[in-house]
């Protein structure tokens, strides 16, 4: 995969950031194998342990899981992952209308010019 | 145990300069750590005391638990600012040279390495560009199963493209035991794979904290703070 790191947030951060974006966008499948931290960290030119602790994290909020003897998974529950991908839309969509509001659109007035884009968008 | 470098009070002094000057630091093992100053700020003088190419003037500096000698360099992999290899040797004769020298030098890894990058190792080093030659130093020295590997300015002679290379070389060779200190002041390229920075101005210490710190205490990158710190 890709990876795009800028330098003024913590990298493990980034890292899972990313991770769970190949998970909601479905390039990594539930139930796949990941690849080795090495691996990992030798794709995206970051530190070992970063990467480490960025695994770690998606470890204990459960989007991995861990075999003793043969690696990392991405969960098998697809429930989980629905519920990220919800959130993550959430998330998107909030900053959508903070920035908005930044430009003096009140969230109705941003509604409205939404709906309109979007069916202006489908005729194209 | 978990510390491979201690330094006490470090000072050294070159006649009338004071290189460094009470010097504090301990580093863990299992770490890759930024050396970061502006020229002429003590990181190389630092580097030397490791390796025992220098004495301290007074202050005492340990390598896992040991002063500077036949025992720390054995576990020290040093890469110098300069190529010290004799010109008319073939690469593959300075891989026997390192071969001989160090009980935990690779050459498996080494000569590896040398295919990745598509090096022949028959070749003379006075017929490599200065580029080449530091890779092939780079890869000689990240041969070696060290505890600490000391790079100074590693990165400072190669190209972009071969920059990431290096990089790859470092993260991907060293094991979790070791440390890694990389001297240089080309912070930007090099912030994503380091844990911890330390920034020497002027003979001082003046920070050793992690990135992480860095950008979530200060919202900025490494190179961001590295340019405030020592504006000039």
Same mark, same amino acid.
């Given at each position: ?17 990313q ?7 479905g390039n ?10 090495r691996?990992?960290?030798? %794709? ?6 970063t ?7 998606? %470890?204990?909020i459960?989007?991995?899981l ?10 098998s ?42 069916k ?5 | 145990?978990n ?10 002094n070159?006649?009338? /300069? ?13 770490r890759?750590i ?5 020229n ?25 638990g ?24 073939r ?8 071969s001989?020298?160090y ?28 580029g ?7 890869i ?17 002679g190669?190209?972009?493209?071969a ?5 790859n ?37 003046? /920070?050793?904290?992690?990135v992480?710190?860095?950008?979530t ?16």
């Amino acid at each position: 995969m890709k990876w795009e790191l800028n330098s003024d947030r913590p990298v493990y951060v980034q890292l899972i950031e990313q991770i769970q974006a190949e998970i909601i966008s479905g390039n990594y499948k539930p139930g796949d194998k990941l690849p080795s931290v090495r691996d990992l960290a030798a %794709e995206a030119t970051v530190n070992p342990n970063t990467m480490q602790k960025a695994l770690s994290e998606l %470890e204990r909020i459960g989007l991995l899981l861990t075999n003793r003897t043969s690696g990392r998974y991405i969960t098998s529950d697809e429930q989980m992952i629905k519920k990220l991908k919800a959130e993550s839309a959430k998330n998107q969509i909030l900053e959508f209308i903070d920035k908005m509001h930044q430009l003096g659109f009140e969230p109705e007035e941003t509604l409205n010019l939404f709906i309109e884009i979007v069916k202006s968008h489908k005729q194209d | 145990m978990n510390t491979i470098l201690e330094c006490k009070s470090l000072t050294k002094n070159f006649s009338n /300069l004071t290189a460094l000057s009470n010097v504090n630091l301990a580093l863990e093992r299992g770490r890759i750590i930024g050396l970061l100053g502006p020229n002429g700020s003590g990181k190389t003088t630092l580097i030397k005391l490791i390796n025992g190419l220098l004495v301290p003037n007074s202050g005492e500096i340990l390598i896992d638990g040991k002063q500077p000698g036949t025992e720390t360099k054995k576990i020290v992999s040093y890469l110098p600012e300069k190529t010290y290899l004799p010109e008319w040797m073939r690469v593959s004769q300075a891989i026997e040279f390192f071969s001989d020298f160090y009980e935990d030098f690779d050459q498996k890894k080494a000569y590896e390495m040398l295919e990745r990058l598509h090096l022949d190792s028959k070749k003379r080093l006075k017929t490599l560009s200065k580029g080449t030659k530091e890779k092939i130093q780079l890869i000689l020295v990240m041969s070696r199963k060290a505890d600490l590997y000391c790079l100074d300015e590693p990165i400072g002679g190669v190209d972009p493209a071969a920059r990431d290379y290096i990089l790859n070389t470092i993260i991907s060779n060293y094991n979790e035991n070791a440390t890694v200190i990389i001297s240089t002041h080309l912070i930007a390229d090099i912030e994503n794979i380091l844990d911890e920075v330390v920034f020497i101005k002027d003979g001082l210490l003046t /920070l050793h904290t992690s990135v992480d710190d860095i950008r979530t205490k200060e919202g900025k990158s490494v190179d961001t703070l590295f340019r405030e710190v020592f504006r000039c």
